[in-house]
Nanobody, 126 residues
Framework: QVHLAESGGGAVQAGGSLRLSCAAS????????MAWFGQVPGKEREGVAI???????SYADSGKGRFTIFQDNAPNPTYLQMNDLQPDDTALYYC????????????????????WGQGTQVTVSS
């Protein structure tokens, strides 16, 4: 099991930016899929962005052009840069990981990830 720890959440005004960080307990792995999800009360978690170990990324429509998932010293940590934040972006954001070829090959926003962090709250006011 991989332990994930998110940080970087906070309260910002509309138009502001935040960078979320996800630190994983496993520091040496080659094939993987990392992801960020957002959840608002009463709704299911929704995929925001995914990043494969080959550097391929994908985004939900809501974050395209505004959010960037990246690693500046792969494979750890995984960041989510969030720009031009809007009140609809308010959510508890979770980091998720799938280590191994199985998850690398099937890395999608709908992947059933085995490992999750505790979440970090992002609140955007208008």
């Amino acid at each position: 099991q991989v332990h994930l720890a998110e940080s970087g959440g906070g309260a910002v005004q509309a138009g502001g930016s935040l960078r979320l960080s996800c630190a994983a307990s496993v520091y040496s792995y080659s094939d993987y899929c990392m992801a960020w999800f957002g959840q608002v009360p009463g709704k299911e978690r929704e995929g925001v962005a995914i990043l494969k170990s080959d550097g391929t990324s994908s985004y939900a429509d809501s974050g395209k052009g505004r959010f960037t998932i990246f690693q500046d010293n792969a494979p750890n940590p995984t960041y989510l840069q969030m720009n031009d934040l809007q009140p609809d972006d308010t959510a508890l954001y979770y980091c998720a990981a799938g280590i191994g070829w199985k998850y690398y090959r099937n890395c999608r926003l709908t992947t059933d990830f085995p490992d999750w962090g505790q979440g970090t709250q992002v609140t955007v006011s208008s």
